[in-house]
């Protein structure tokens, strides 16, 4: 079958890169404070909000990335051997393109593959055991659903994506101008409501047909007159514990924070169980984002890790994590150390368990006398994104079982008792440290000798 043709400028447009970059997110906002908040302004952002834009070798030769100009050499392919840039505008007032490196976002998600950890949805870690909350894969079809997938029909589907919005997480002004909305479609809700207070009474009268044993394919449907509807809306209107659960689902809002207990002796409006995917979404938000947010698609961690020497292993490779902050009184509070692994800050899980002596060094304190800065070795276990699209890694320290296969160490200080490594080789030659340098090719010490030796031989001549 022949394809339609098209215009050469609609083929133009179909082939163009201008017209494949979406659109760009948000930048993420941060909390309201009073407090005086010390930030770099390029500093990495916690998720990227601009597409990256990458180009064949032929083509970056030319600096042709696909755009609208070429992009000088001297900003790209000379800083980097894979140069990677993304597009705040494509023309600006000066007839210029705005653009900047976004190897930032792109080198985080190549090591984050290189770990191999699937995606779980949010669970809080507790610090003080050795728990670690179970894994579910946010792909999962009862739990993988938004407010238009079909999963929903299912019996206990949840979904992590409502209609409405998250009324926990709105300004004054935001929830004004969805009162608004919601105004506007007053009839509607209305309709929804009637039809809603419809099956409930049909659903009590087949229960009372059941229990008196009557026919109940004889029954038919109740009929609502406008003073029994009227009657129930002031029912709702009275009690604001039964009001709440029909205003969430009518409009479809996600389930907000549990109630403060100095509030549970007085009226408020109760919302009904959560339907989001996770718990943690009901006290954060519901997420932005999918919960996987495209960084792997692997359901489960099931995965042998092969080594080519001694077979399966039951413990992946660790992977070596540079200590960001050790652990102490941080802003006049004991904080927990700070970790990088895979240029994602995590929270060391076994902080409160090390004691000193077995902690790596620079874990507990700043040593600036570690050669490349303090390291240690980890395994990490649990990886998941949250409501705002920050990576949430969690990792234990790597034990001798895991470490053993590849043959690497945590880094040991040298004490006043150790035995370096050239008195333990087969080397028996132990180096002079107090020779002096040499000059000419003759050494500062072999020169004296030989003047000695030339003033006691004038001395024995003359005599």
Do not use: C
Not at 420 to 439: C, E, I, K, N, Y
């Amino acid at each position: 079958m022949a394809s339609a043709r098209i215009s050469p400028t609609a083929n133009l447009l179909r082939k163009s890169r201008l017209f494949a970059l979406p659109q760009a997110l948000k930048t993420p906002q941060d909390p309201p404070t009073s407090r005086h908040v010390f930030e770099s302004k390029t500093a990495t952002l916690p998720h990227p909000v601009r597409a990256s834009i990458v180009t064949p070798k032929s083509s970056l030769a030319r600096g042709d990335w696909g755009l609208k100009r070429p992009l000088p050499a001297k900003s790209t392919s000379s800083r980097s051997s894979r140069p990677v840039v993304r597009i705040n505008a494509l023309d600006t007032f000066e007839h210029v393109t705005d653009f900047e490196s976004a190897a930032d976002h792109t080198t985080t998600l190549e090591k984050f593959q290189e770990l191999h950890m699937p995606l779980s949805l949010p669970s809080k870690v507790n610090y003080a055991t050795s728990i670690v909350p179970r894994h579910q894969s946010p792909f999962e079809s009862h739990v993988d659903n938004t407010n238009t997938s079909k999963g929903l029909e299912e019996a206990g589907a949840k979904q992590f994506r409502h209609s409405g919005p998250w009324l926990a997480g709105q300004t004054q002004a935001e929830f004004q101008s969805y009162l608004k909305q919601v105004t506007k479609k007053k009839p509607e809700l209305l309709q929804k409501l009637r039809e809603r207070f419809v099956a409930k009474r049909n659903a009590e009268r087949r229960k009372q047909a059941q229990d008196n044993g009557e026919d109940l394919g004889a029954l038919g449907s109740v009929e609502i007159t406008e003073e029994e509807f009227q009657a129930y809306l002031k029912s709702l209107r009275a009690d604001p514990f039964s009001l709440g659960p029909v205003v969430f689902e009518l409009l479809d809002l996600p389930s907000p924070p549990a109630v403060p207990s100095d509030r549970i002796g007085h009226k408020y409006y109760q919302s009904p169980g959560t339907r989001l995917s996770s718990a943690e979404y009901a006290v954060s938000g519901p997420p932005k984002t999918h919960p996987s947010a495209g960084l792997s698609y692997t359901r489960s961690h099931a995965l042998i890790y092969n080594h080519p020497k001694f077979g399966p292993q039951a413990y992946q490779r660790p992977v070596e994590a540079r200590i960001l902050r050790p652990k102490g009184r941080f802003k006049g509070r004991t904080s927990k150390a700070i970790a990088g692994v895979g240029g994602i800050a995590v929270e060391d899980l076994n902080a409160m368990t090390f004691v000193e002596q077995g902690s790596p060094p620079g874990l507990a304190y700043f040593d600036a006398s570690i050669p490349g800065g303090a390291k240690y070795w980890v395994t990490p276990i649990r990886a998941s994104v949250d409501s705002e699209g920050r990576i949430g890694l969690a990792s234990y320290r790597a034990s001798a079982t895991a470490k053993a296969p590849y043959s690497i160490e945590d880094y040991k200080k040298p004490s006043l008792t150790s035995i370096t490594d050239v008195a333990r080789g087969d080397q028996r030659f132990v180096p002079r440290l107090d020779r002096t340098r040499s000059r000419g090719g003759q050494s500062v010490e072999s020169r004296g000798t030989e003047d000695i030796a030339k003033s006691l031989m004038k001395t024995l001549g003359s005599s």
